[in-house]
């Protein structure tokens, strides 16, 4: 808050004087009072100061005064401005939709439509460091190269997934942190199934994260549904669907996701 | 947005393609009897004759200039043939072709052919843009030309002026500056000595047209904006008088408005909506159709009395033409007149005149019979005969979007109707039978306007194009383009030797052959 404001934040705080109307309007009523007494015994640059923005006021009051009345004998005495949208008596009365307009509304309808279409049911996760994410490891003789990492949270890693060669793999999974199954809960139907999972589709901290296959809450994972049974319009089972990640997977030791339907 | 003719359909490609008759007469065609009718009067004249079956229509036409007394200075007619139930078959070209071939009378068969005399005088095809001129300062909304000189031109604009043009030399000739508004409508009364102008700051103004002032100040009562003004026939003015203003509002009334000492003589309200088009009749009857469905006759001669409400529609009553609307416009000129002639006539030979003339529009087999088609947001028109009846005539639907405006060809035998379906069409002005259908517009057609010899018909539209149409042949005639942007405004000189058009560009063109 900026200090100069102090008076604001006092009435915030306090509030007013109980009798605050009343002295305004025994001031405003004064007014008249007050400047008449200024005209008469206001000197030197004050009095001048003082004429001037009189002089003023006192125009500015005749100018109004007589637009007024001019208005009054025969309406406004300038003819419109013109804001080019000037139209036939044929048109008055029809919602012409503005093409610019209607276009620029689709726009934003599709929009809205596209957002909807990636709705899910957590939307913002908080964000996870590289330093949270990713363990150091010291290698070499003398344990001073450090261009290994381990990644701390669970993963999911594909089938039939052979390690790189210890010298070359850069990102280690840990095979303890690594998950095949989700518990999926099919929000509609209440129920929650153990799932296996097919892939990550999209990690929203990071598209390394993606790659890697980690999994941290809000997580967009793939699942195989074949044993929901659900049904395609077309009559085809479904088995793969998405389904979004809701728990922290390295603080409970499981995953736990909704189904996005 | 030039017109591209859609390529050919398979129907159309197969139907080229068959073998084509040869439009020719036979040479056995026996002769045939008949006898000719006039149109407007219902005389007939020379008995029956007998005729060569494959006679053609010039061939009528040079027997009936015989029988007429008139070989130096032939009429041109049009024929059509009465058939058994009072319908009307036009003849083009020849008879075998248009009534025996199609079997609608043998040989053995009297016919009586109805004729009508077509316009001595033929206005050509405008085809190009003479002049943009600028000078407005904002949308064009309206133009009239002057009834009795197509060098003089108004047009309403946005800019809360209207403007006189002197369309002989293509130049601005007065600015009419007074509304505070836009001016939405202006009237050229039927004497061409007064302009009258509508504005959407609720008033009307009055101008002198040969000078350009105003005749004094604003004609105030209306609460919104006026709609539509329509002058008193100059036939109905009682002498010694200036011809009385009739303007209708969205306030849902209609003011009568006496223009020498210029105050409302009466009010006339009882619509519930806005009042969207106002028309004086040639039998002292005023039309206005509004938002409230409904078209409502006020006869002034009784001081305004509704003597006939007419409900049929259901939506908003959008455009009124009478089959006499060319003729009162045009008072007691025609296509020959100039400035000059309103000057040298008296006011009863004016007066005179202009009585000839509108009778001569009314008049359909010797009796006075005024013809009205309103024009609807609910896709249809009506068709009326109010004097007769306050059922319709007939109802005439077809187009599948709001019309917008409908206007009767100066002799009153056709109607086009002009729609936001992109289309125009024509129907009978007799009967009000759908005729046929003008396509080329690619957007909602606005308004339409004839030329004085009926042959010709001029369109503006959304699409920025003007577009003439031949009536007779129903087909484009002229495309031009040359407006920027939309076409708000379109009309005809009443000699047909100019177009004006104005619109949304804020140019004002004017166009000729």
Not at chain 2, 400 to 420: E, T, Y
Request: hydrophobic share 35%.
């Amino acid at each position: 808050m900026p200090q100069n404001e102090y008076i604001e934040q006092h009435i915030k705080q306090h509030g007013k004087r109980l009798d605050h109307e009343e002295r305004q309007r025994k001031k405003q009523a004064r007014e008249g009072h007050r400047v008449a007494k200024d005209a008469q015994n206001l000197t030197g640059w004050r009095a001048k100061q003082f004429n001037k923005k009189r002089y003023a006021e006192k125009v500015a009051m005749k100018k109004k005064i007589k637009a007024h009345q001019e208005s009054k004998l025969n309406g406004p005495s300038t003819p419109k401005q013109d804001d080019g949208e000037a139209l036939p008596t044929y048109l008055l009365d029809r919602q012409t939709n503005n093409t610019a307009k209607a276009i620029s509304s689709s726009i934003k309808q599709k929009r809205l439509e596209k957002a909807d279409k990636f709705s899910v049911p957590i939307p913002k996760v908080r964000g996870v460091s590289e330093e949270e994410m990713f363990k150091v490891i010291k290698t070499g003789k003398k344990n001073h190269k450090s261009w290994k990492r381990m990644i701390t949270k669970h993963t999911f890693v594909g089938e039939g997934f052979t390690r790189r060669p210890v010298k070359m793999e850069r990102i280690i999974r840990p095979a303890a942190l690594r998950q095949k199954k989700a518990n999926v809960t099919h929000p509609e139907l209440g129920v929650t199934v153990f799932l296996p999972i097919l892939g990550v589709k999209k990690n929203p901290q990071s598209p390394m994260y993606t790659q890697l296959g980690v999994l941290t809450k809000g997580t967009i994972i793939e699942v195989n549904v074949s044993e929901l049974g659900l049904v395609t319009a077309g009559g085809k089972v479904v088995w793969g669907k998405y389904a979004q990640i809701t728990n922290e997977p390295d603080r409970d030791g499981c995953v736990n996701a909704v189904l996005l339907v | 947005m030039a017109t591209v003719i859609p390529p050919p359909s398979k129907k159309q490609k197969r139907e080229a393609q068959q073998v084509r008759e040869v439009d020719l007469v036979p040479d056995d065609v026996p002769n045939v009897l008949i006898k000719f009718q006039a149109s407007d009067t219902g005389e007939s004249i020379g008995g029956s004759i007998r005729v060569p079956g494959g006679i053609t229509e010039k061939q009528l036409e040079e027997l009936l200039n015989q029988l007429h007394g008139e070989s130096d200075e032939p009429v041109p007619y049009t024929f059509s043939l009465l058939g058994d139930k009072e319908d009307l078959i036009d003849i083009r070209d020849n008879l075998y072709k248009s009534v025996l071939k199609p079997g609608h009378k043998t040989t053995e068969d009297f016919m009586t052919l109805v004729y009508t005399p077509r316009a001595v005088f033929k206005v050509r095809p405008i085809t190009r843009s003479n002049a943009a001129i600028a000078g407005h300062g904002s949308t064009i909304l309206c133009c009239e030309f002057a009834p009795n000189d197509s060098g003089r031109m108004c047009t309403g604009a946005g800019d809360s002026t209207a403007r006189v043009w002197d369309c002989n030399t293509q130049t601005p000739l007065y600015t009419l500056s007074g509304h505070s508004n836009w001016v939405l409508c202006v009237a050229y009364s039927p004497c061409g000595s007064m302009i009258a102008t509508g504005s959407m700051d609720n008033t009307i103004r009055l101008w002198d047209a040969d000078s350009g002032k105003p005749i004094g100040s604003a004609l105030t009562g209306h609460s919104k904006w006026i709609s539509s003004l329509s002058w008193e026939p100059l036939h109905l003015v009682k002498a010694g008088d200036s011809p009385r203003l009739a303007s209708a509002s969205k306030d849902g009334t209609v003011k009568i408005w006496e223009t020498t000492r210029r105050h409302c003589l009466f009010t006339m309200s009882g619509h519930t909506n806005a009042v969207s088009c106002v028309k004086w009749s040639g039998t002292n009857i005023v039309y206005s159709g509004s938002h409230d469905k409904t078209i409502k006759a006020w006869d002034i001669s009784a001081g305004g009395k509704c003597i006939q409400t007419l409900k049929n529609h259901a939506h908003w009553v959008n455009h009124i033409s009478l089959s006499t609307d060319y003729a009162l416009r045009r008072g007691c000129f025609d296509h020959a007149s100039t400035r000059q002639t309103s000057k040298t006539m008296s006011a009863e030979q004016r007066q005179q005149k202009a009585l000839e003339i509108w009778e001569k529009a009314a008049k359909l087999n010797g009796v006075i019979n005024e013809r009205m088609v309103t024009a609807s947001d609910d896709f249809t028109m009506y068709f009326w005969e109010p004097t007769k009846s306050s059922k319709p005539v007939l109802r005439m639907s077809g187009h599948q979007k709001l019309v917008n405006h409908v206007a009767f060809s100066p002799d009153g035998r056709h109607v086009v109707s002009s729609s936001f379906d992109n289309s125009i069409k024509i129907w009978d002005g007799l009967r009000g039978t759908f005729l046929g259908t003008l396509r080329g517009h690619v957007a909602p057609v606005y308004k339409t306007a004839w030329s004085a010899d009926n042959r010709l018909l001029v369109s503006c539209s959304k699409d920025t194009t003007l577009k003439v149409w031949d009536i007779r042949t129903r087909k484009l005639s002229v495309d031009l383009p040359g407006h920027a942007d939309e076409v708000y405004a379109v009309d005809w000189s009443t000699d047909g030797k100019r177009v004006a058009s104005g619109g949304k560009d804020k140019m004002v063109r004017l166009w000729s052959n």
